[in-house]
């Protein structure tokens, strides 16, 4: 069963950019469409942006426009989200999710704060 560990989630502040990690283990990545969410505090998760299994299709929230980039190298088995211009309503923590047909994997999570 593929594990799923997140990094390069720090304090940064508004109008910086961060570059968030997912790295499979236990697995390939390249079995799994991959796919970054969010949780802020006292709110529920949401889908933030996804990525097929080959990386050909991309897919983003609404409320993401230009700001994310979502990328993976299945040679390194990891997902990235690029994460630019950040503001302070960006602060959450970001789990990493691989899903292949009725399976489903989540990471830790990786804390994201953006400062005014």
């Known amino acids: 069963q593929v594990q799923l560990v997140e990094s390069g989630g720090q304090l940064v502040q508004a109008g910086g950019s961060l570059r968030l990690s997912c790295t499979a283990s236990?697995?390939?990545?390249?079995?799994?469409?991959m796919g970054w969410f969010r949780q802020a505090p006292g709110k529920e998760r949401e889908f933030v942006a996804g990525?097929?299994?080959?990386?050909?299709?991309?897919y983003y929230a609404e409320f993401v426009r230009d700001q994310l980039t979502i990328s993976r190298n299945n040679a390194k088995n990891t997902v990235y989200l690029q994460m630019n211009s950040l503001k302070p309503e960006d602060t959450a923590v970001y789990y990493c999710?691989?899903?292949?047909?009725?399976?489903?994997?989540w990471g830790q999570g990786t804390q994201v704060t953006v400062s005014s």
């Open positions: 999710n691989a899903r292949t047909g009725s399976f489903s994997a």
């Open positions: 990525i097929n299994w080959s990386g050909s299709r991309t």
């Open positions: 236990r697995g390939a990545s390249s079995d799994y469409d």
